[in-house]
């Protein structure tokens, strides 16, 4: 009997395209339409039962943030309106692949999470370590976090999924680069520099837009672990971050972070030789300088881990009038999923528990009843919308301003291009020096090396596309044949992926 692999919904249907979703073009946005992308996104959110999916181990504290500097004209957040004006703040630092229970000083993204208890509402301003991410489509995520997980076999963690996964997926390469060379083993969360990653819209009372992007840079500077040195503190303190950020603000060695932004106008953005909604890549410093904003310092531990750090809950959707979304279609799918993997750990009242709830401004909408409505569940006002009985009403002055999208609703596929192998390349040629490219590549060898041959071969291809230096020195740490991954980098992807099969 014939078997049949079509990949299909839950429902048996046939599922016609796993790897775009659907949205009016390229960026996007995507369309809720895209039942595949919500039936993905929603299942991957629950799979864990307690412990978040990712990001599961961290630490946080609460603190201040005030601003320096006036960027009035860009924006109407009242949180940012005057210099000296001062928000709370609570942030969270993280791994991001491994469980609870794992060590600090793996290899891997850390996330950079911080939540403005503004005036307002509360924003939440939720990124990385990193300026860039390996993928920029939703649809990609539940799959690329499997392979950073465990085999559902072996329940280890394997180097083929891992390889198997990057090799396939070119976009990759730049936040590999970055993740393979010391940037990948922070030190501390104190010395680490902090991205929002993505695009964002800011605007002000007339509507006038701009694009940014959002800079933590770490008062404290920059300390890596070398690959040994991680290893080693691997060992000797599985937790190591999480007790230097309590330690230091428990002695008053208060931690602090400069924000900072880049600005772009919707002009310069329709000429920029980089899609600047594609979170894979940077725009660099010297086309769009940053400028200063404001500072974070983080002056005061929580008094009970779970019920601030663990329950903590941010969510890229949370904006303020004057700062928006983007088209990427990566933040796009993140809006849903983060709310959505919330409701499913800590209910569909996670917004009352006290890190989580406005501090500074009053929740009141329609939103009713299940499980713990702990904050008097609107009392005696109505309970629907529109009421003549003073419920609360919209507000039509804080509306995001309007951009213009069009295109045919379909599933619109990145097209590689060399353009994919240009910041990567740049970043091994110009922003490491040779000690920082000799760690990368031992880093590289001593993981790749644990995958099969042709995987080796097909990611190494890719190293060489972005520089030829890069890959001749992978390949010979790795005992390859260089004439042979030179000639799968000049091949097309699908051809590579074939003769590597």
Not at 139 to 154: A, G, L, V
Not at 314 to 319: D, I, K, L, R, T
Not at 406 to 429: I, N, V
Request: proline residues 7%.
């Amino acid at each position: 009997m014939k078997r049949d692999k079509r990949f299909t919904f839950n429902s048996g249907a046939p599922v016609d395209d796993d790897q775009n979703s659907v949205s009016t073009g390229i960026p996007g946005p995507t369309l809720m339409q895209d039942t595949h992308l919500m039936e993905k996104l929603a299942h991957f959110d629950r799979e864990r039962i307690p412990e978040r999916v990712v990001h599961a181990k961290g630490a946080g504290a609460f603190g201040v943030f005030e601003v320096t500097h006036d960027i009035s004209q860009y924006t109407c957040a009242d949180f940012l309106s005057e210099v000296g004006k001062k928000t709370e703040v609570f942030a969270r630092f993280s791994t991001v692949g491994g469980e609870r229970g794992s060590a600090d000083a793996a290899r891997d993204p850390r996330g950079f999470a911080v939540k403005f208890y503004t005036e307002e509402g509360n924003y939440d301003l939720v990124g990385n370590n990193t300026p860039i991410f390996f993928i920029r489509d939703a649809i990609k995520f539940p799959d690329f976090i499997h392979t950073q997980k465990r085999n559902p076999k072996t329940n280890l963690k394997d180097p083929d999924m891992f390889w198997d996964f990057l090799s396939l997926t070119p976009e990759s390469l730049h936040q590999t680069t970055i993740l393979f060379s010391d940037r990948g083993t922070p030190a501390t969360y104190r010395h680490m520099h902090g991205y929002g990653s993505h695009t964002f819209m800011m605007y002000d009372k007339n509507g006038e837009y701009v694009w940014v992007k959002f800079h933590w840079r770490s008062e404290q500077g920059i300390k890596n672990l070398t690959g040994p040195e991680a290893e080693k503190m691997t060992g000797d303190d599985p937790d190591h971050a999480t007790r230097d950020l309590y330690q230091a603000i428990e002695k008053g060695d208060y931690p602090s972070w400069t924000l900072e932004l880049q600005i772009m106008t919707p002009e310069e953005a329709e000429r920029y030789p980089y899609d600047i909604f594609d979170i894979t890549k940077v725009w660099f410093h010297g086309d769009y300088p940053r400028i200063p904003v404001g500072r974070m310092t983080l002056n005061r531990n929580p008094e009970n881990y779970f019920a601030d750090v663990e329950q903590a809950a941010f969510a890229p959707g949370n904006f303020v009038p004057g700062i928006g979304p983007s088209p990427d279609k990566l933040l796009q799918g993140r809006f849903f999923s983060y709310p959505d993997t919330h409701r499913h750990r800590l209910g569909p009242n996670f917004d009352q528990i006290p890190v989580n709830a406005p501090k500074a401004a009053k929740k009141r909408n329609y939103q009713r009843d299940s499980f713990m409505a702990i904050d008097g569940n609107g009392g005696s006002e109505p309970n629907y919308y529109p009421n003549s009985m003073g419920g609360p009403e919209p507000d039509q002055s804080t509306a995001i301003p309007p951009i213009d999208v069009s295109g045919m609703a379909a599933r619109h596929e990145y097209k590689l291009s060399d353009k994919d192998f240009e910041q990567p390349g740049e970043l091994y040629r110009r922003a490491m020096n040779d000690t920082d490219r000799a760690n990368l590549i031992a880093n590289i060898a001593g993981h790749l090396g644990g995958a099969q041959e042709r995987l080796q071969y097909r990611q190494t291809a890719l190293f060489f596309k972005a520089d030829p230096d890069y890959g001749r020195r992978v390949a010979e740490a790795l005992g390859l044949n260089q004439k042979r991954v030179e000639e799968l980098a000049k091949m097309t992807q699908e051809e590579r992926v074939q003769a590597t099969s």
